[in-house]
Every structure is written in C-alpha cells, then in structure tokens.
C-alpha cells in the first residue's frame, strides 16, 4: 500500500470528529481488498494482540454510544437541580436572600439540598446496582484476541460490545448484533436487517468483494456492515472500523439522546408539577397582596408570599419518585427480572395488555420431533434424511425446530454430510415467504434444493408429491388428503413442517425465490412442545390483575388453539396474518379489541398489532426473544425478553428475565404497582394538604391584623412535612391498590384535592379560634403563630396516614415502620421546638397546657371527618 493511502486512512482513524470523516474513512476501506484494508488499520486477518487491543482502547475509548454513556456526577446533580421544582425553590431562595431574609433562604436551600441528595443518592445507588446486574445480561461479540488463552480454535474470543476496537477481527452469525460500523472479509449468504438505520425491514445481502462506493449510500453498500443493524441469516467474518459514537448508529444515538424520549409516565408527573407551579403562580401573588393591603407591610408580606410558594411545591416529588423507582428496580432483581430503564417499572405496573408468543411462555420450550411422514402419513426416513439435510447445512439462526431434527445425530455419520454433501447456496428464511431453501451437490453429483418451511406456504411451490416411490401430480384430491392429515395433526398439539426437494439439474450457481418453483413435496416432520404446567395459573392470576393476555404467534390456528385449550385460555377471537393485510390500522385496532389470537403473524404485523391496541387506548407489554420480535418490543410501552434470547431482542427490551416465566411477569406487575401506588400517595398527600394550607392562609390573611405564620415559620412547617414523607417509597400498599391497572388521571387529583383539603382548613379555622378566643392570642402574634404551626405540622402528618390506604387507618391498615417513624420524628420535632434554644430564633412561645388535650380532640375529628371523605370519593369515583 501506498505511505500516502495509509496516512490518509490512519488520519481519520484518529478518532473521527463527525459523520463525514467517519463515512470518508468507511468508504477508502471499502476500495480495498480484504487483506490491503487490514493493513489500512495495522490490523491482520489474525486479530489485534491483547497489548494492542489496550493501547486502542486508550486511544479510542469503549465502544458505546450516547444513550449507554451513564452522567457522571456532576451531571446528576444538575439534572436533579434543574427540574422545574427545585428550580422554583432555588429562586425562592435567592429572593429571600436578596432580601436579607438569610434564614429562610438557608431553610429553602437545605430543603433543596434534602431532595437532590437523596434522590441522587438513590439512583445513584441504583444505577450502579442496575449496572452489575447488566452485567449479566451483557450483549458480547465474537472477536478475534490472537495471543488470548481463553480463544477458541480459530482464536476467537467472547468479549462485551463496549471493547471492541477498530482493527478488530470480529464473527458474525446469525441473531447477531452487529458490534461496529465494520467492512467484510469473508461472508457465506450473509442477510442484515437494517432497519434501525434504514426503516427496510426486509434483510439486505450482503458480500465480502471490495466495492467503489463513490456517489453511493453507503447503508446500500454491499461490503459495510453497521452498528444496530443484526444478522437475519449466514455468517461472516468482519473488520472493525468505527466504533462509539463514529458509528452511523452512534451518530443517530446521539440525536435521540439529545432530543429524549417522553414517557405517559414523566408526562403525567410534569403535568401534575406544572399545575401545582400554576397554582403557586396564582396563590403566592394574591396572598402577598392581601397581606400587603391589610398589614401596611409590604416587605414582610412579600417575605410571606416568597415562604407561601415554599409551602405549595411539592419538592420532595422527583425524590419520591427516584426512591420508588429505585427500590422497585432492585426489588425486581431479587426476584429474577433487570430492569434497564427505571421508568419500565411503573410502565409494567400500568400495563393491561400483555402480547407473547406461544413458544416458551405458554409452552415448554423443549421441542421434540416426533413424527417423520410422507403424505400419506406413514413413517418415513426419507423425509427425514431431507428435513436434516436442510437444517444441517443451513447457516441461518438454529430455531428450536432446527434443534431438534439435529438431535438425529446418527445421521451425520451415515450420510456423510461433510464429506458428502457440498452447499452451493441457501435462500434464508423469512417472515414472508416463511420457508428456507439449501441447494446442495449429493455424492452422486446431482444438484439438489431442499425447502422445509410452513405447510401451506410450501405445499404452494409444489406442484407434484411423493407417495412412497412414486410421484403424482399434487391435484385437488391430494391437497385435501394432505390438509386433512396436517389438521388432524395440529389438534393434536403437532407443529407440522413441510418438506419438498426438486432437482436443479446442471445448475451450479446461486439459487434465488425465482427457484423455488415446481418442488415436489416429500413429506412432513412432526413436533411436539407441550404446554409449560405453570402457565394456566399464571394466565388466570393476571387475568385477576386485569391484565388481558393475547397471543401474536408465527405458528397456525389449529396448534394455537390446542394449547390455548391446554392452558385454559379462552379464545375470544382469531385473526390471521394473511386477513392482517387486509386491513387498515383502524380496522386492527377494532378487531384488536375483541380478538385475542393472532395466527401466522410476521415481526411487522405484530409491531403493528402492539400499535393498533395502543391506540384505544392501552398500556401494552410483549414478551419475545426472537429475531422476529425487535420491532414488537420497540413498540411496546414496556418490552420484555430473557436472557438467553438474541442479542437484537435484549438490546430492544425494557426489562430483561432471567428465566422464561408468565409467573416472574405476577411479580412484576405487583411491584410496578406498588411503585405507582406509593408515588401517586405522594401526590394527593400534597396536593391536597398544600390547598387546605392555602385556602387557611388566605381567609387568615384577610381578617388577622398580623401574619398567621411568620415566613421561616412556613418554612419549616414545610420541612418538616417533607421529612415525615421521606419514607413513602418503604410504604406497604393495599391489595386492593394491586388488583387492578393504574395510570396517571391529573382530573381525579384535583377533585381529590378539592374534596379533602377543604378539611385540614376546618381545623384551622377551629384552631385560630381556639388561639384568639380561648388563649387570647390576638395581642400575642408569636403565641397564635406558634398554636397554628404545631396544629398545621400534626395534621398534615396525620392525613398521611388516612390518605395512605383506602381503608380505615390504624385499624385495617397500618403504615410501614419506616413511614411511622418519620411520622413521629415530625411531630415530636414540632411539638418540641417551642420549648427547644430554637425557639427563639423561630419566633415561638410555650403553648398553654390546655392547648395539647383540645388539639388532640381536633386530630381525632379531622381523622373522622377525613376518613369519611375519602370514602366518599372512593365510593363516587374509584379507589
């Protein structure tokens, strides 16, 4: 090679800067031949040595683009100091710190302080739990470490994705994540599917010939593979190019990074804090004014206003919400299932709708080839002999069934497979033909194509079959006989798989879809899967949590509904791929509704199923692990897969199962809801407390010829409020709470908080008439305000308790002894400070003795009367 050729490439493997030095460098390796493009990048066809491979990764960094980057510290702590909340909380004391007002701007700040730090403090614990547990289900690529002891035969080793290199040597098969934006070196009927850089969901093949790609696209280009992309079927061996974010998919990453993804989720939490910053917009002006207009003091009136909007945020929430999320997603681990997205949690605990295929969800997973027939269904080996043929020398991914006809390994050695059988090309399956075809040279030097795939679509390419020696035109007659024997042998639980041959004649070179016509159908291979034991409990039990299971299967009716009936699932409808296509998306989403098996469905008509349903709308999961699954879970509100599913279907997923159970999927619907029920506690605990304050501040403000509460009052009435509910997230929920699906309703909130905060207001009024009329608190602002602080501080932290269950509190429900105690830590903090050295500063006075035993008759009222309203409004609109 040329010096100057090899400066040029080596300039731009620097570490690209952008997208075009990146697609410069893509295309000068691409010009060149396998061996000059290696050399290009100081590689060899043997792979980088474990020393250059540290060296590269110093220089290079790991393999990882935007969105799997996690913030560093910094970075955290600024996310949480710029939510809308602690935003407002921030001015508010900067204004009373630009007012001389030093106190209460250190009780703001520290309030603040409160609520980054332990939400920082448990997501970061999270995080770095969520990443060990990761670990377990790391994504690896097959890459080549020549000097390494632990590489196999060909020197290949198993290495995470993020330690791939340029320069690397890397294997390629199928189900396959593609590691890196890389160029091919050797490929044997190579598909990818592109569809995460392109929107093609049909695989491109791809070769290994050097390519001038000039004024070409080089997603089109036949020699570069991408980052994002998968293989669909084949292998091939490649070298790295690109990694991180100089990848095309690095490039896009960083886009969705940067632009974000809103969930129903954030959107309902943002929702509720903008509408409680619009009441704070609208309530802190009018009390200012109201107290500047009666006290003559407008300095003081605006230190109160400024502690007024203290008192309405509900500052604790993004904490509330990172602690509930935090302990959901560890408390998920525990019981076998990683979460890779915190907000999935809660996704889970909403969703209603759970679509899944058949195959190890419902059954056992475990396939076992029972028969071998001709058509006439009597045993035969050489249908067999044809079926192992096929899955033995094809290079796509080895499903189940493949697995099975393999189990024969006694045919290996009487049919000589490597010896005696050459492969001259394959026809990959795929979702639209549904059938795979090999071509291959027998020892007696004839040309062969063996096509195994679904009964009908096979039988559709045939037009002669095989009874016993001889070979008859496949007419109506036979067709009928032939559906009879496939039918019986699906109700009786059979996965039935068609087998033809046809002789290619002199025809050596590759095959195409255009060849697979005139076959002759030799026979059938027969499977059983029985029906997983587990799995018509765990049906009805998420059918008592309102989750409606619907089955999206590639396989036909008749077995669907065989072990439909053998799990206890109800049919309530059936639609199949073919009648899918008929369809327009409005018509799916109706028919949807009613039906509950989808038959002989493709990886696009499932996605498009998930978004029909959606639509009504629906909160939907889908369990997969197939190659056929990615576009199902990306469109799902919460994707699940397994550990041992592909790569492309763990990289698609929100959730991640350490074993195939519809029984771990119970448990994490509880949990989900749990999180909800304790986040949602939060928010009508606020809302409706932080109203009944105002609406006693308000109608205070307006006939006292004094503040009703000095602002660093307010100040700490708020932080000790927040303190008591810090331990939210450790809260028990009602069952009643898990029964049944949850979403974010902002409507029932404000009527929840218009129904029980007027309450809290009935007692402070009681209370400013106990202070002015029986202690004679009028000439005493100091007194009043002390009476009003330690009654507002004890009833906000006793309607935490009433409004933390449905149920009668302290007599049928009882809260967490982390939430009691928080709780009695608040209210003997309260009721300390007025005899406490702080006293003085807080501007409080000793309270009357005959003051405890009244305001304790007024707690046991406001339980009373709370109690009743909230079973009121469960009774008028819902738990």
């Not at 290996?412 to 001259?424: F, M, N, T, V």
Request: aromatic letters at 6%.
């Amino acid at each position: 090679m040329q010096r100057s050729q090899r400066a040029s490439i080596n300039a731009h493997a620097a570490r690209p800067a952008d997208l075009a030095a990146a697609s410069a460098r893509l295309r000068e390796i691409a010009r060149l031949d396998p061996d000059r493009a290696c050399e290009a990048l100081e590689s060899s066809r043997d792979g980088l040595t474990q020393a250059q491979a540290k060296t590269r990764l110093d220089a290079y960094g790991p393999n990882v683009v935007a969105r799997n980057r996690p913030p560093g510290i910094g970075a955290e702590l600024w996310a949480r100091a710029r939510d809308p909340l602690n935003g407002l909380l921030l001015v508010l004391a900067s204004a009373a710190w630009i007012l001389s007002d030093v106190r209460s701007a250190a009780v703001i700040a520290a309030m603040v302080a409160l609520s980054i730090g332990l939400g920082f403090v448990q997501e970061h614990r999270a995080s770095s739990a969520a990443a060990k547990l990761a670990a377990m289900v790391r994504i690896q690529a097959s890459v080549k470490r020549r000097d390494s002891a632990s590489a196999d035969a060909d020197g290949f080793i198993a290495a995470p994705i993020e330690e791939i290199l340029p320069g690397d040597i890397v294997r390629l098969s199928a189900g396959d994540m593609i590691p890196a934006d890389l160029r091919l070196l050797e490929a044997n009927d190579l598909f990818v599917t592109q569809a995460a850089l392109t929107g093609e969901s049909m695989p491109q093949e791809k070769a290994a010939h050097a390519a001038d790609t000039a004024g070409e696209d080089l997603l089109d280009s036949k020699v570069l593979c991408f980052m994002g992309s998968s293989v669909a079927s084949g292998y091939a061996t490649g070298l790295v190019v690109n990694t991180g974010q100089a990848t095309r998919f690095g490039q896009l990453a960083t886009d969705i990074a940067t632009a974000g993804v809103v969930t129903s989720f954030e959107r309902g939490l943002r929702r509720f804090a903008g509408l409680m910053i619009r009441f704070i917009a609208v309530m802190a002006p009018l009390v200012f004014v109201i107290n500047g207009v009666t006290k003559h003091d407008w300095v003081q009136a605006l230190f109160f206003a400024v502690a007024v909007a203290v008192g309405l945020a509900p500052e604790m929430l993004p904490m509330i919400v990172t602690m509930n999320l935090s302990q959901g997603a560890v408390a998920m681990a525990r019981k076998r299932a990683i979460v890779k997205r915190l907000n999935a949690i809660q996704n889970l605990g909403a969703m209603d709708v759970l679509c899944t295929d058949k195959t190890g969800t419902l059954t056992q997973d475990k396939v076992v080839l029972k028969l071998h027939l001709d058509v006439a269904g009597a045993a035969d080996d050489e249908v067999l002999t044809y079926a192992y043929l096929n899955s033995r020398r094809q290079s796509g991914l080895k499903n189940l069934l493949d697995l099975a006809i393999q189990e024969h390994v006694e045919l290996e050695d009487r049919l000589s497979i490597d010896a005696g059988y050459a492969k001259i090309d394959e026809i990959p399956f795929d979702f639209a033909r549904r059938r795979l075809s090999v071509a291959l040279r027998t020892p007696a030097g004839a040309n062969l194509l063996i096509c195994k795939g679904a009964v009908e679509e096979v039988m559709a390419i045939c037009v002669t079959c095989r009874a016993g020696k001889e070979i008859a035109p496949l007419d109506a007659a036979r067709i009928a006989a032939i559906n009879a024997l496939t039918a019986r042998l699906n109700g009786d639980g059979f996965r039935v798989v068609a087998v033809a041959t046809k002789d290619l004649g002199a025809q050596t070179a590759k095959i195409g879809v255009t060849d697979e016509v005139g076959l002759t159908l030799q026979g059938f291979v027969a499977f059983l899967d029985p029906p997983k034991e587990t799995a018509a409990g765990a049906l009805a039990a998420l059918a008592a949590a309102g989750v409606r299971v619907k089955v999206l299967t590639g396989d036909n009716e008749i077995v669907t509904r065989k072990t439909c009936k053998d799990v206890g699932l109800a049919i309530e409808g059936v639609v199949s791929g073919r009648e899918l296509d008929a369809m327009s998306d409005q018509d799916i989403a109706i028919a949807a509704e009613g039906a509950n098996v989808f038959v002989k469905v493709t990886p696009s008509q499932k996605a498009r199923i998930i978004a029909a349903i959606q639509s009504h709308p629906h909160v939907v999961g889908f369990l997969g692990d197939g190659i056929n699954d990615a576009p199902a879970l990306k469109r799902a509100d919460v994707g699940i897969s397994v550990d041992d599913a592909v790569a492309i279907a763990k990289e698609s997923a929100d959730i991640i199962l350490l074993e195939k159970s519809l029984s771990i999927l119970i448990e994490g619907v509880s949990e989900g809801r749990r999180v909800f029920a304790n986040i949602i506690k939060y928010v009508q605990m606020s809302a409706s407390s932080n109203f009944g304050n105002m609406l006693s501040v308000v109608g205070a403000s307006c006939f006292l010829p004094f503040l009703p509460m000095a602002p660093l009052q307010v100040i700490t009435n708020n932080l000790l409020y927040d303190l008591s509910q810090t331990t939210i997230p450790t809260d028990r929920v009602d069952a009643e709470a898990l029964a049944q699906p949850h979403t974010w309703d902002i409507a029932r909130t404000m009527r929840f908080m218009l129904c029980v905060g007027p309450i809290s207001s009935i007692f402070d009024v009681a209370t400013f008439v106990l202070m002015l009329v029986v202690f004679d608190a009028g000439s005493s602002p100091a007194l009043f305000q002390t009476g009003w602080f330690v009654e507002s501080v004890l009833t906000q932290t006793l309607v935490i308790h009433v409004l933390r269950t449905s149920k009668r509190p302290f007599v049928d429900s009882w809260a967490s002894g982390p939430v009691i105690l928080s709780s009695l830590a608040a209210c003997g903090i309260a009721i300390a400070l007025p005899y406490s050295p702080a006293a003085p500063a807080l501007g409080f006075l000793p309270l009357p003795t005959l003051y405890w035993p009244i305001i304790a008759g007024f707690m046991a009222g406001y339980t009373v009367l709370a109690t009743l309203a909230k079973t009121w409004f469960i009774r008028r609109w819902g738990t």
